[in-house]
């Protein structure tokens, strides 16, 4: 019987399409097909009485399916019914539906990092078996046809049933399998049950954890159950392409296909393979090859492809071709497609002057760290998701995103592919393929600079663990999986590693990785330093290595960490600033760029849960931290500033976009960079939250601040410090950057532009004649600003004379740090003086130690000290009949200890801290209302680079009581409780302030204490 579309559907009539529908056709002569199981119509369940816990486990070699037991659901299989368990739409994990319903408890920390001292989340995954399953159906098959079913991804361990015969078993969590379920298969109805095996795993940014099952352990993963969507079963001849793939080859129009053929027959056979590439509905290339395929031979076929005609593959243009392969032969029909880009991505120069060039061109990167955390089920994009990721980098400027710490997803390079994004990737635990212990020895991470020789060969002796087995199944199936995406450029083995290079499991796993792809950058490691490195280039069969210098020819710097908002140390001059790359020698790269974290905007993200079908792992996370915001801008008086919380959550978001503008402005200046690498991509719900969007892909700030910092054509005006002294002037250095190759006509104008309007016209310059391969320019250094006669904010403005579009403009702003009183207030200090007139260098304030039996204007508490408490005692009775308190906190005990004391004597009831920093990816955050306290400053917004305020010198209070005003609230990362971080309080007839925000920009600081003594002492 000829299987083609219209016998097919024929054979099976209307409940088939219905179920099942046919995506492909056989090729010339009809002996193959395809049949993509739908989306829709899954039923899952957690079968949570199943035992799972002491299985053995079997790595693919190790499988032998007549001897697995074959375990059926609890209860039998008349469990799996339309009766039982919940409809889902594939993706999906146990989780997505089932958090926190099944099992709920304290993260442990080999989970979650921060599990000791964050008790605002619990774990609430499903650590066991479910089941997914539905019908499908399918004609009889003809004698001698084979059915094989196609999974895309699954975690962690799956057991494949069809009509209750086990079929197919595999470990490698996340990568695609596949099983012949020939047969169980029967015409009309067939039942595909898949049971899945959940162990636990991590939920935050870590890699480098394992997972105990049973007798194994092995690396954890992330901590989902489920299954990726586009199941296939492909019906064929005993002869069938197994598998396909293209590679790029460094001349640009010419391609090798490979085509893997199997043969299932018990004699050789004679076939022929027919390939023809397509483009825009135009044949580019075609070639056919024959081949004699032995008995039970499986068989990789190269063939050489030139595709003169075919357009080519860029970030900016996003050709896609199809190759169609076709295998014909005796009673032998087969096909396969597979989408390809004409591309060649290289690093050149190494040694002279390195630079990545992308079809012929340099290219520099801009990308970010994906964790590869998704809305809904934890694990895949939906295609919707996949399209909006894509979308928004695109959006934001970026050329390219980095699958940071667990592999990319098919369903994502699909859109890398289509819309143009490039992509670094990394399978997620790699150093398990050379490093069986935990990842955290100095051996592993933290290696010095390897001294040679260096063997490079790979040759290893004795047995590996088991653990590093499966780590490097996991690793090459990754490859297999996405080696033929265009968008794919560069292979890291494992993030943040620094090993020893004598450790001969190293190179042994960077060749198994070069036999599966020549074609690309194969690198050992990305940072955190650049030493230790080892590394393959496309088609060369040299390992490039560490000399004992730190030298290997590709720098990966990381910097990780930072004051999570922008801080005039980040830049001094244009020879030194944060980033600054003079390494021309290397491939520089800037991986993990600093990292600060912001609020997901909750009600946007739940916005997005609700349409998307409603049922996401992290909604009841974000409910609360939502309705946590809204009471407590409601209760404070923030409504006339923030209507609602998600007004709030967007300009903190923008606060992060807006200190990335400033980085990327003054990185982007070195010309010997190559990859600029954002820290990071996608928030996690109880981890990093240092991502641009959260996990469903919505933005959390306005993208177009740092697009315009991204523009390929970029003039910059930086200047020395971006808040400065009324009266004072500042030094402002002017770069040029072009990155398109095309000169500019005209020239320059700079320009500064005061808040009320008036302008100054400061100076011109003619557009440098950049070099070949050169991307930016020093104009001029030191340039010096009129004295500043206005305070507010004030913008420098760099502007082509030929084309206005081309401008920049950075924001400064100007402040009277002292404004002129009608008299000098004497206060009294409680703690350090030193400290204190450090604080207020331009101000006329008399100030003394506090010395109780003396009276002053007010007193100020700029510490607190155990043995103080006593001498206290007379400074509270003179703030209860009168005498105002400035309460300025050092750190968090500080603010603890003085909120106990000050709640202890009846000011406020105090509650607890909180908003202390867990870590810059995590993030803090103040926002703030118009008082005196903040006149002639930024206020009724989030506290940003004006103050300066690094992520750990925020602190807040939980208080309440009679008379209390909170000025400033604060919260950090997905926490619940929100703080007062500037407050005032009625003590007796006194009155207090309470300052937890510290180490603001010094001339800001200056202003708030000024601010703060005027308020109290006059009560303007």
């Given at each position: 019987?000829?299987?083609?579309?219209?016998?097919?559907?024929?054979?099976?009539?209307?409940?088939m399409?219905?179920?099942?529908?046919?995506?492909?056709?056989?090729?010339?002569?009809?002996?193959?097909?395809?049949?993509?199981?739908?989306?829709?119509?899954?039923?899952?369940?957690?079968?949570?009485?199943?035992?799972?816990?002491?299985?053995a486990?079997?790595?693919?070699d190790?499988?032998?399916?007549?001897?697995?037991?074959?375990?059926?659901?609890?209860?039998?299989?008349?469990a799996?019914s339309?009766?039982?368990?919940?409809?889902?739409?594939?993706?999906?994990?146990?989780?997505?539906?089932?958090?926190?319903?099944?099992?709920?408890?304290?993260?442990?920390?080999?989970?979650?990092?921060?599990?000791?001292?964050?008790?605002?989340?619990?774990?609430?995954?499903?650590?066991?078996?479910?089941?997914?399953?539905?019908?499908?159906?399918?004609?009889?098959?003809?004698?001698?046809?084979?059915?094989?079913?196609?999974?895309?991804?699954?975690?962690q361990?799956?057991?494949?049933?069809?009509?209750?015969?086990?079929?197919?078993?595999?470990?490698?969590?996340?990568?695609?399998?596949?099983?012949?379920?020939?047969?169980?298969?029967?015409?009309?109805?067939?039942?595909?049950?898949?049971?899945?095996?959940?162990?636990?795993?991590?939920?935050d940014?870590?890699?480098?954890?394992?997972?105990?099952?049973?007798?194994?352990?092995?690396?954890?993963?992330?901590?989902?159950?489920?299954?990726?969507?586009?199941?296939?079963?492909?019906?064929?001849?005993?002869?069938?392409?197994?598998?396909?793939?293209?590679?790029?080859?460094?001349?640009?129009?010419?391609?090798?296909?490979?085509?893997?053929?199997?043969?299932?027959?018990?004699?050789?056979?004679?076939?022929?393979?027919?390939?023809?590439?397509?483009?825009?509905?135009?044949?580019?290339?075609?070639?056919?090859?024959?081949?004699?395929?032995?008995?039970?031979?499986?068989?990789?076929?190269?063939?050489?492809?030139?595709?003169?005609?075919?357009?080519?593959w860029?970030h900016?243009?996003?050709n896609?071709?199809?190759?169609?392969i076709?295998?014909a032969g005796?009673?032998?029909?087969?096909?396969?497609?597979?989408?390809?880009?004409?591309r060649?991505?290289?690093?050149?120069?190494?040694?002279?002057?390195?630079?990545?060039?992308?079809?012929?061109?340099?290219?520099?990167?801009?990308?970010?760290?994906?964790?590869?955390?998704?809305?809904?089920?934890?694990?895949?994009?939906?295609?919707?998701?996949?399209?909006?990721?894509?979308?928004?980098?695109?959006?934001?400027?970026?050329?390219?995103?980095?699958?940071?710490?667990?592999?990319?997803?098919?369903?994502?390079?699909?859109?890398?592919?289509?819309?143009?994004?490039?992509?670094?990737?990394?399978?997620?635990?790699?150093?398990?393929?050379y490093?069986?212990?935990?990842?955290?020895?100095?051996?592993?991470?933290?290696?010095?600079?390897?001294?040679?020789?260096?063997?490079?060969?790979g040759?290893?002796?004795?047995?590996?663990?088991?653990?590093?087995?499966?780590?490097?199944?996991?690793?090459?199936?990754?490859?297999?999986?996405?080696?033929?995406h265009?968008?794919?450029?560069?292979?890291?083995?494992?993030?943040?590693?620094?090993?020893?290079?004598?450790?001969?499991?190293?190179?042994?796993?960077?060749?198994?990785?070069?036999?599966?792809?020549?074609?690309?950058?194969?690198?050992?490691?990305?940072?955190?330093?650049?030493?230790?490195?080892?590394?393959?280039?496309?088609?060369?069969?040299?390992?490039r290595?560490?000399?004992?210098?730190?030298?290997s020819?590709?720098?990966?710097?990381?910097?990780?960490?930072?004051?999570?908002?922008?801080?005039?140390?980040?830049?001094?001059?244009?020879?030194?600033?944060?980033?600054?790359?003079?390494?021309?020698?290397?491939?520089?790269?800037?991986?993990?760029?600093?990292?600060?974290?912001a609020?997901?905007?909750?009600?946007?993200?739940?916005?997005?849960?609700?349409?998307?079908?409603?049922?996401?792992?992290?909604?009841?996370?974000?409910?609360?931290?939502?309705?946590?915001?809204?009471?407590?801008?409601?209760?404070?008086?923030?409504?006339?500033?923030?209507?609602?919380?998600?007004?709030?959550?967007?300009?903190?978001?923008?606060?992060?976009?807006?200190?990335?503008?400033?980085?990327?402005?003054?990185?982007?200046?070195?010309?010997?960079?190559?990859?600029?690498?954002?820290?990071?991509?996608?928030?996690?719900?109880?981890?990093?939250?240092?991502?641009?969007?959260?996990?469903?892909?919505?933005?959390?700030?306005?993208?177009?601040?740092?697009?315009?910092?991204?523009?390929?054509?970029?003039?910059v005006?930086?200047?020395?410090?971006?808040?400065?002294?009324?009266?004072?002037?500042?030094?402002?250095d002017?770069?040029?950057?072009?990155?398109?190759?095309?000169?500019?006509?005209?020239?320059?104008?700079?320009?500064?532009?005061?808040?009320?309007?008036?302008?100054?016209?400061?100076?011109?310059?003619?557009?440098?004649?950049?070099?070949?391969?050169?991307?930016?320019?020093?104009?001029?250094?030191?340039?010096?600003?009129?004295?500043?006669?206005?305070?507010g904010?004030?913008?420098?403005?760099?502007?082509?004379?030929?084309?206005?579009?081309?401008?920049?403009?950075?924001?400064?702003?100007?402040?009277?740090?002292?404004?002129?009183?009608?008299?000098?207030?004497?206060?009294?200090?409680?703690?350090?003086?030193r400290?204190?007139?450090?604080?207020?260098?331009n101000?006329?304030?008399?100030?003394?130690?506090?010395?109780?039996?003396?009276?002053?204007?007010?007193?100020?508490?700029?510490?607190?000290?155990?043995?103080?408490?006593?001498?206290?005692?007379?400074?509270?009775?003179?703030?209860?009949?009168?005498?105002?308190?400035?309460?300025?906190?050092?750190?968090?005990?500080?603010?603890?200890?003085?909120?106990?004391l000050?709640?202890?004597?009846?000011?406020?009831?105090?509650?607890?801290?909180?908003?202390?920093?867990?870590?810059?990816?995590?993030?803090?955050?103040?926002?703030?209302?118009?008082?005196?306290?903040?006149?002639?400053?930024?206020?009724?917004?989030?506290?940003?680079?004006?103050?300066?305020?690094?992520?750990?010198?925020?602190?807040?209070?939980?208080?309440?009581?009679?008379?209390?005003?909170?000025?400033?609230?604060?919260?950090?990362?997905?926490?619940?409780?929100?703080?007062?971080?500037?407050?005032?309080?009625?003590?007796?007839?006194?009155?207090?302030?309470?300052?937890?925000?510290?180490?603001?920009?010094?001339?800001?600081?200056?202003?708030?204490?000024?601010?703060?003594?005027?308020?109290?002492?006059?009560?303007?």
């Amino acid at each position: 019987m000829k299987l083609d579309r219209r016998s097919f559907l024929g054979t099976t009539g209307a409940a088939m399409a219905a179920s099942a529908s046919v995506v492909s056709v056989a090729a010339k002569g009809g002996g193959e097909t395809q049949i993509r199981i739908p989306d829709g119509g899954w039923r899952m369940w957690p079968d949570v009485k199943a035992e799972w816990e002491n299985d053995a486990l079997f790595l693919p070699d190790e499988v032998d399916l007549k001897k697995l037991p074959s375990n059926a659901p609890t209860g039998g299989w008349s469990a799996l019914s339309e009766s039982q368990g919940t409809d889902v739409t594939l993706p999906a994990s146990v989780e997505q539906y089932h958090w926190g319903k099944l099992q709920s408890r304290p993260y442990t920390y080999q989970e979650y990092e921060h599990a000791a001292y964050d008790d605002e989340v619990s774990n609430g995954a499903y650590r066991g078996v479910s089941w997914f399953w539905r019908e499908v159906q399918l004609p009889k098959l003809q004698p001698g046809k084979l059915a094989q079913l196609r999974i895309r991804g699954f975690r962690q361990r799956i057991e494949v049933f069809v009509n209750q015969k086990l079929v197919g078993y595999d470990i490698i969590a996340e990568t695609a399998y596949e099983c012949d379920i020939t047969a169980p298969l029967v015409s009309g109805t067939n039942q595909i049950a898949i049971r899945i095996t959940n162990p636990g795993g991590v939920y935050d940014w870590r890699d480098f954890e394992k997972v105990k099952w049973g007798a194994k352990e092995f690396h954890a993963g992330r901590g989902f159950g489920g299954l990726d969507r586009d199941l296939i079963i492909h019906i064929h001849d005993d002869v069938f392409i197994k598998d396909a793939w293209v590679l790029n080859t460094p001349e640009l129009r010419k391609i090798d296909a490979y085509v893997e053929i199997a043969n299932r027959d018990n004699t050789a056979r004679d076939v022929t393979l027919s390939l023809a590439a397509t483009a825009k509905g135009k044949q580019s290339g075609s070639a056919m090859q024959s081949v004699t395929v032995a008995a039970g031979e499986t068989k990789t076929v190269r063939i050489p492809l030139d595709c003169a005609k075919g357009p080519i593959w860029s970030h900016k243009t996003p050709n896609l071709h199809t190759l169609s392969i076709a295998l014909a032969g005796s009673n032998i029909t087969d096909s396969r497609d597979v989408e390809f880009g004409l591309r060649w991505f290289a690093a050149e120069g190494i040694g002279t002057k390195a630079m990545f060039r992308l079809n012929g061109e340099r290219i520099r990167l801009y990308s970010s760290i994906e964790f590869g955390y998704w809305g809904f089920n934890g694990l895949w994009p939906t295609p919707e998701l996949a399209k909006k990721s894509v979308r928004g980098a695109k959006t934001l400027g970026l050329n390219g995103l980095c699958y940071h710490r667990n592999l990319g997803k098919t369903e994502s390079f699909v859109e890398d592919d289509r819309q143009g994004l490039l992509r670094h990737m990394e399978c997620g635990g790699g150093l398990f393929c050379y490093q069986n212990d935990k990842a955290g020895t100095n051996e592993a991470t933290n290696a010095p600079p390897t001294q040679p020789p260096i063997d490079t060969r790979g040759i290893l002796s004795g047995e590996r663990a088991w653990s590093e087995r499966y780590m490097e199944y996991r690793l090459l199936q990754m490859m297999r999986d996405h080696r033929s995406h265009p968008s794919l450029i560069v292979y890291h083995l494992q993030n943040e590693s620094v090993p020893n290079l004598h450790n001969p499991k190293i190179f042994h796993t960077l060749r198994k990785m070069k036999e599966a792809d020549p074609s690309r950058p194969i690198i050992l490691h990305s940072g955190i330093e650049a030493r230790n490195q080892a590394f393959f280039l496309p088609y060369d069969d040299e390992i490039r290595v560490e000399d004992g210098t730190g030298y290997s020819g590709w720098a990966d710097q990381h910097t990780v960490g930072g004051t999570g908002v922008w801080n005039d140390k980040l830049y001094v001059n244009p020879r030194s600033f944060a980033h600054y790359e003079d390494n021309v020698r290397e491939i520089a790269v800037l991986g993990e760029m600093l990292g600060w974290g912001a609020p997901a905007n909750h009600a946007l993200k739940l916005a997005s849960i609700k349409a998307g079908g409603g049922a996401s792992y992290d909604t009841e996370l974000h409910e609360k931290v939502l309705a946590a915001y809204e009471a407590f801008l409601a209760k404070w008086g923030f409504r006339t500033v923030y209507p609602n919380a998600a007004a709030m959550l967007k300009e903190a978001g923008d606060k992060l976009f807006e200190t990335w503008a400033r980085v990327l402005q003054i990185a982007r200046t070195c010309d010997a960079t190559d990859h600029f690498i954002l820290n990071g991509w996608e928030d996690q719900p109880i981890d990093s939250h240092s991502g641009f969007l959260d996990n469903q892909r919505n933005f959390k700030g306005d993208p177009a601040i740092v697009r315009e910092a991204l523009l390929p054509i970029r003039p910059v005006a930086q200047p020395r410090g971006v808040v400065h002294k009324l009266g004072g002037r500042a030094l402002v250095d002017l770069f040029w950057i072009n990155e398109t190759g095309k000169k500019i006509p005209g020239g320059l104008s700079y320009s500064v532009v005061a808040q009320s309007g008036a302008s100054q016209a400061i100076k011109s310059y003619p557009l440098p004649d950049l070099q070949s391969d050169q991307f930016t320019a020093l104009l001029d250094e030191a340039v010096q600003t009129q004295s500043f006669t206005e305070a507010g904010y004030h913008d420098l403005t760099l502007r082509s004379d030929a084309q206005p579009d081309i401008v920049s403009t950075t924001k400064i702003f100007v402040v009277d740090p002292a404004p002129t009183t009608s008299r000098v207030p004497k206060v009294g200090i409680i703690g350090d003086i030193r400290v204190f007139n450090s604080f207020v260098p331009n101000s006329k304030i008399d100030a003394e130690q506090y010395n109780g039996e003396k009276s002053y204007d007010a007193i100020i508490g700029i510490g607190f000290e155990t043995d103080r408490i006593v001498p206290l005692s007379p400074a509270f009775t003179a703030v209860r009949t009168g005498t105002p308190l400035l309460v300025l906190a050092q750190n968090n005990s500080d603010a603890h200890r003085w909120g106990k004391l000050l709640s202890g004597i009846g000011a406020f009831s105090h509650y607890g801290s909180a908003a202390e920093n867990r870590g810059c990816w995590m993030g803090s955050w103040v926002f703030t209302k118009s008082h005196p306290a903040y006149d002639g400053l930024p206020s009724n917004q989030i506290m940003k680079w004006e103050y300066q305020v690094a992520h750990d010198d925020i602190s807040s209070l939980i208080i309440d009581g009679a008379g209390v005003e909170v000025i400033a609230g604060a919260g950090r990362d997905h926490d619940s409780r929100m703080g007062a971080a500037t407050f005032t309080a009625p003590l007796g007839q006194g009155k207090l302030l309470f300052q937890c925000v510290r180490k603001m920009q010094p001339l800001i600081y200056e202003r708030f204490i000024n601010n703060a003594l005027r308020h109290l002492i006059t009560g303007l």
